[in-house]
């Protein structure tokens, strides 16, 4: 008689204990990047931010799945941890928290969370919602038509999925079988405006019939579960089968932005009850089951990442503000720009 | 040097550009097998492919869109806006995204990209294929707009659209399609976005139009310089974003009196900006108040034959009499 063993469920994805870590430490990034950028607009430092805690648990373990240097993200504001992952720096998030000159999404020029690196693969987006879907499809396009093997993914809020882009850039890319990953993160708001008068069906997912592609639903709050659905797609993809819409359930923790009052439209209780489903405290004790992690270590990884995030901060806090003299400059080309 | 129709010189520019660089991909509701509704594409689905030659659903935003995708990543889309009317789905991606993704990234991604529209009436068109778009675009830092009117310019200003790096709305005077004809350039020839000509030369008026409005200012200025020998000298703008202020003003110098045609209405048109150009620029050089001639403000140009005439010549022979009495004045 053999002895009967249970693969951990990220063995079975083939997760190492040194992915795992880097993924909890990509998601208490992302929160205490969260709470700090908060306390920096409540110190009259920053005169805008927008929130992403509770969302680390999809946005981490989606993201992770994709590889960095070859797949093309496609982000849109809520997603810190999507763009951690893909590879910009906390303090290249504060240069952008801070509007300074060297803040590679632009320059100082759009809206923090607005992010973008070419050098990254990580595409400008607007604040338009939803008008990043069909770029994906356009960038997938162009990936097949280049045979390179690499996906584009692109983010968005539930409340994108009923904007006409959203419709369009899924239609493309379900009739040509594009690469691209659809990943809705479902956090039962569009701003104030629930999602019972968004849509009249529960989940987004379902949406994905209606375009000839497979619609996937997942909670949010497991990054393992996530990540899995995830790299399922990237094969699919990479396969020649198409597009996939993934939705992961999951609940913003803070107000949209920091000039919201989310009191007017949703009750602290609610609110609270989703913390119990705190995506890094899940994944915290994941870690502590599979003997990964255990308190001591985990206070060290959250004193280790406080510091660098504080770090950055008076880094950011110091460079330079971008100079008026440039205002005028890149309405066009210059130069050698294409 | 060959004598082509307007639509045939598009046609042999895009042709010769998608055989040159094939980072070059067409996109539009019917440029496939139909080879668009105006027959530009004709036969490019079966020269370049499927892959190259896409035709898409119905749904224009999603045009635009997919094809700043496909610039961001690499390739050179041309899309194509069945007629420029159905445009306005794709104001959007056009003006908060092509337009403005350079500025938005400090200059780290570029939008290389052609949108062409056949736009403009008098082809029975009514109000749903007859609209003049450009003055909406023209407005937008970051985009580029075109509207050539010979088939030498279609074909020269295609090609730099084409190679430049920014976005770019080339728009086709669907009347000039068919019914302008002339000499096209041999080989490689490209005329510079943003650099107007001078089609008619002339000393005692200056006429700036574009589009289709051109070829009836010509018309009338040869019959009044038989007729009266007044000479009007007729600036194409070609492009007016960004507009050749320097040619214009040059122009209105030498004449000393500014007439400003246009097919749009004639309400916050571009005829506007280029009248409030010349008064800024040359007020104390003009012997006659600055004149604009455009469409008459209504939604948009009607169907039955009488009702657009109207649009296009609301009083008899009205270029003519507006040249002969501003020369006059």
């Known amino acids: ?26 998601m208490l990034t992302a929160r205490l990047i969260d709470e700090a950028s908060l306390r920096q607009n409540r110190m009259g430092r920053a005169p805008f931010v927008v929130p992403v805690s509770g969302h680390e648990g999809c ?25 951690l992952v893909a590879g910009l720096s906390p303090y290249e998030i504060f240069l952008g928290v801070f509007s300074k000159a060297d803040d590679p999404s632009s320059g100082g020029r759009q809206m923090p969370s607005h992010w973008g690196s070419k050098q990254l693969g990580i595409v400008s987006h607007s604040s338009p919602i939803a008008t990043q879907i069909p770029h994906a499809a356009g960038i997938a396009y162009a990936m097949r038509y280049r045979n390179e093997d690499a996906v584009a993914a692109v983010w968005f809020g539930e409340g994108a999925t009923s904007e006409g882009d959203w419709h369009e850039g899924l239609n493309f890319a379900a009739i040509h ?34 375009y000839g592609m497979p619609g996937v639903v997942v909670d949010g709050s497991d990054v393992l579960a996530c990540y899995e659905v995830m790299r399922d797609a990237l094969a699919r993809a990479l396969a020649g089968e198409g597009p996939t819409l993934i939705e992961c ?20 209780e609610e609110v609270a009850e989703h913390r119990h489903h705190d995506p890094i405290d899940r994944f915290t004790t994941y870690l502590i089951e599979h003997d990964l992690f255990d308190h ?16 950055a901060i008076a880094a950011a806090w110091d460079a330079a503000d971008p100079d008026p003299a440039t205002v005028l400059r890149h309405v066009f080309a210059e130069q050698d720009d294409r | 040097m060959s004598a082509t129709n307007v639509v045939t010189a598009i046609r042999d520019a895009l042709h010769g550009e998608m055989a040159a660089d094939d980072r070059l991909v067409l ?64 104001f959007d991606q056009i003006v908060s995204e092509a337009a403005r993704m350079r500025y938005r990234t400090n200059g ?111 018309e009338a200025a040869d019959r009044l310089a038989d007729d009266e020998g007044i000479e009007a000298e007729i600036v194409d703008v070609r492009t007016l974003a960004p507009l050749d202020t320097a040619t214009i003003l040059a122009s209105v110098r030498s004449t000393s009196r500014a007439l400003v045609v246009y097919e749009d209405n004639r309400t916050y048109g571009a005829g506007a900006e280029i009248a409030a150009t010349v008064a800024e620029e040359a007020m104390f050089e003009l012997d006659a108040p600055i004149v604009r001639v455009g469409g008459p403000d209504i939604p948009a140009m009607p169907y039955a034959a009488a009702l657009e005439h109207y649009y296009t010549e609301p009083s008899p022979d009205h270029l003519y009499v507006a040249m002969r009495e501003l020369a006059r004045f």
Request: net charge negative; glycine share 10%; proline share 6%.
């Open chain 2, 108 to 218: 780290d991604w570029g939008c290389p990209m052609v949108i062409r529209a056949p736009c403009g009436g008098g082809i029975h068109g009514a109000l749903y294929h007859s609209q003049s778009i450009e003055a909406f675009y023209a407005h937008v830092p970051g985009l580029k707009v075109v509207m050539p009117s010979t088939p030498a310019d279609a074909a020269g200003l295609l090609r730099a659209a084409i190679r430049d790096p920014d976005p770019v709305l080339f728009l086709e005077h669907k009347k000039s399609y068919r019914a302008v004809s002339g000499e096209v350039p041999e080989g490689d020839h490209v005329e510079p976005i943003g650099v107007a000509d001078i089609k008619r030369a002339g000393t005692d008026l200056t006429v700036i139009t574009y589009g289709y409005e051109l070829h009836r200012c010509l």
């Open chain 1, 177 to 210: 079988h594009l690469p691209v990953i659809f990943v809705c993160e479902n956090n039962e708001y569009a701003i104030s405006v629930p999602q019972d008068k968004q849509m009249a069906v529960r989940d987004v997912a379902t949406r994905a019939a209606g």
């Open chain 1, 296 to 311: 001591e270590r985990m206070q060290a990884m959250h004193d280790e990442v406080k510091g660098e995030v504080e770090a």
């Open chain 1, 1 to 26: 008689m053999s002895a009967q063993v249970t693969e951990a469920p990220h063995e079975a994805l083939g997760l190492s204990p040194v992915d795992l870590l880097r993924m909890h430490r990509h």
């Open chain 2, 27 to 90: 996109l539009g509701e019917d440029v496939g097998a139909r080879g668009g509704v105006f027959k530009v594409t004709q036969g490019f689905v079966d020269d370049f492919g499927e892959q190259r030659v896409i035709d898409t659903p119905l749904a224009e935003s999603g045009i635009v869109g997919v094809a700043i995708g496909m610039a961001l990543h690499g390739l050179i889309p041309i899309a194509e806006i069945e007629f420029a009317d159905f445009i306005h789905p794709a």
């Open chain 1, 249 to 268: 359930k999951t609940y913003r923790y803070l107000p949209h932005t920091s000039d919201d009052d989310d009191k007017t439209y949703r009750s602290r």
């Open chain 1, 59 to 83: 946005q981490i373990g989606t993201a992770s799945a994709l590889r960095p240097g070859t797949d093309v993200w496609l982000p849109y504001y809520r997603d810190l941890g999507v763009v």
